[in-house]
């Protein structure tokens, strides 16, 4: 087992390759994204959820216990059965600190482009269902860009001044009757001329 990652707020930061490549797997990443955004479950219900046998998901909580991305929920609903739940809202890591690694750039590779392939499919599914939403979620909903001019420091604040806004919108948010789920995306690259 590798060393315990440092927590800061709510999110876990990974600094080993072994703890990334352990989240970069296919079933992983979605049994951690359901106990966060669905709260704990079992095995067998995850199994169910995912199509998966609970023999596999009770293997794959396991080693993501093992590197710290899950424990037991304290509040059990029976002796027999055994829930999970999510120990971090977020997962980050620092792709140059990894990159030296073959291993962990692969594994960093893999995340992102899981990231991309998410985040397209959330955008997708709103498409899909816009007519079920409200007008005003029609509205609001969707996406936009800018190109602004920034150093790292500028990015890195602007990152975080937008996570603390987000929280606290939430925040006021969290008993509000027209209240949805939302999917934030921040993205920010320096690049070199215009893409046709």
Avoid: C
């Amino acid at each position: 087992m590798t060393e315990p990652q440092q927590r800061r707020d709510d999110t876990y930061y990974v600094s080993d390759v072994a703890t990334l490549k352990a989240i970069a797997h296919p079933l992983r990443v979605r049994l951690l994204g359901s106990l966060r955004l669905d709260g704990p479950a079992t095995a067998s219900e995850l199994g169910r959820r995912f199509d998966e046998s609970s023999g596999s998901t009770s293997y794959h909580l396991r080693q993501l216990e093992r590197f710290g991305y899950v424990e037991e929920d304290p509040e059990q609903p029976n002796a027999r059965d055994r829930r999970w739940r999510a120990r971090h809202r977020y997962t980050n890591w620092s792709e140059p600190d990894l990159a030296g690694d073959p291993e962990g750039a692969e594994a960093s590779r893999w995340m992102r482009e899981r990231q991309h392939t998410y985040n397209a499919r959330v955008a997708q599914a709103f498409d899909e269902q816009r007519e079920s939403y409200s007008l005003e979620w029609q509205r609001v909903a969707g996406q936009s860009d800018m190109v602004v001019r920034l150093s790292p420091a500028s990015l890195a604040e602007l990152e975080q001044r937008i996570a603390a806004l987000a929280e606290e919108f939430a925040a006021r948010d969290a008993g509000a009757p027209d209240a949805e789920q939302v999917a934030l995306y921040f993205a920010g690259y320096p690049f070199k001329g215009y893409f046709a």
